[in-house]
C-alpha cells in the first residue's frame, strides 16, 4: 500500500477526508502545467538578460548620477506649475472620452450580452487600441493636428478606451442574471436591459476602473511630451536633453506630488460614490 494510502487509512473520517481531498489536488496535469511556468520562466529570464551582480557591482554610478539631481532648482517652480495643470487637464479629457466610448464597447465585448460575432471583432479592435502605446498615437496625432496638448488627448483617449473596454467588459461579464431576467420579463428591450439590469451592478467597480486610469492617464500625459504632445513633459525632456538635472528633479517632485494628492482624492470620490 502507498505510504500516503497508509496515514489515510489510520487517521480519524475527518482528517482521512482532507487529505484524500488534498491528495486529489495533484496530478499529473498540475505537475505538467507548474513544469511549464518554470521554464518559462527560465527562458524569460535569459531573454531579459538579467544580472543582478551588475547592478551590485555598478550601484556606486548610480548613486553619483542620483546625487546631481539635487538640490532641486526651482526657479521655474511657477511655470511648472502651468504645464501640470495642462498635464492634468489632458488626463481629464483623455479619460472622460475613453470612459465614454469604454461603455457601448464593453456591451459590444461581453458574451453575455451580444452574440459571438460582434464579441470577437470588437475584442480585437479594444486588443489594437491597447496594444498600441500612448507615444505612438501621440506620434500619429501630432502628424494629423499639430503639436500640443490636443494630440496628447486623443492618444489617451484612444488608448485608454481600449484599457477601459476590456475591464467594463469584464464586469459585465461577471454579473448576476437574475435582476436581467427580471427585467426581460417585463417586456423590456435590450437597452432597456442593459441600462436597468446591468449597469446599476457594474457602476461601483467601473467607477473604480476609470479614477484608477484617470491617475495613470495623468503620468503618461506627463510622458507624451517627449514627441511633442504638450504638457509637463515638454519641460522634462528639455531638462533631460540639456542635463539640467536638477530642474528635472523639481519637475519629478511635482509629479509625484500631484500623484499623491490625485490618489487621495480618487480615494474620497471612491467612497462617496461606492
Not at 60 to 80: G, T
Not at 218 to 227: C, E, H, K
Request: hydrophobic content about 50%; some cysteine.
Amino acid at each position: 500500500m502507498h505510504p500516503q494510502n497508509q496515514i489515510i487509512t489510520y487517521a480519524s473520517p475527518n482528517v482521512a477526508a482532507i487529505l484524500e481531498k488534498e491528495a486529489k489536488l495533484v496530478n499529473t496535469q498540475k505537475v505538467l502545467f507548474l513544469l511549464v511556468i518554470a521554464a518559462v520562466l527560465i527562458f524569460a529570464y535569459t531573454q531579459s538578460e538579467l544580472n543582478f551582480f551588475v547592478l551590485l557591482q555598478r550601484g556606486d554610478n548610480m548613486v553619483e548620477y542620483i546625487r546631481s539631481y539635487f538640490p532641486p532648482d526651482f526657479s521655474d517652480l511657477n511655470y511648472y506649475f502651468s504645464e501640470t495643470l495642462v498635464t492634468i487637464s489632458m488626463g481629464i479629457w483623455g479619460t472622460l472620452m475613453a470612459a465614454i466610448a469604454a461603455v457601448p464597447l464593453s456591451i459590444l465585448a461581453s458574451n453575455n450580452i451580444c452574440p459571438i460575432w460582434v464579441v470577437q471583432p470588437t475584442r480585437r479592435l479594444l486588443d489594437a487600441m491597447r496594444a498600441i502605446n500612448e507615444i505612438v498615437f501621440a506620434l500619429i496625432f501630432v502628424v494629423a493636428v499639430g503639436l500640443g496638448p490636443f494630440a496628447g488627448v486623443l492618444a489617451l483617449f484612444i488608448h485608454t478606451a481600449g484599457i477601459l473596454g476590456k475591464l467594463f467588459s469584464e464586469a459585465v461579464e461577471s454579473i448576476e442574471s437574475g435582476p436581467v431576467e427580471g427585467i426581460r420579463a417585463t417586456g423590456a428591450s435590450q437597452i432597456q436591459e442593459v441600462i436597468y439590469g446591468v449597469i446599476p451592478q457594474v457602476m461601483p467597480l467601473w467607477t473604480s476602473f476609470i479614477l484608477y486610469r484617470f491617475e495613470s492617464n495623468v503620468r503618461s500625459a506627463s510622458v507624451l511630451g517627449i514627441v511633442g504632445a504638450g504638457g509637463i513633459g515638454v519641460s522634462l525632456y528639455q531638462s533631460f536633453g540639456s542635463f539640467e538635472y536638477q530642474k528635472a528633479c523639481t519637475i519629478l517632485i511635482i509629479l509625484i506630488v500631484t500623484t499623491g494628492v490625485i490618489d487621495l482624492l480618487s480615494a474620497k470620490v471612491r467612497e462617496w460614490l461606492v
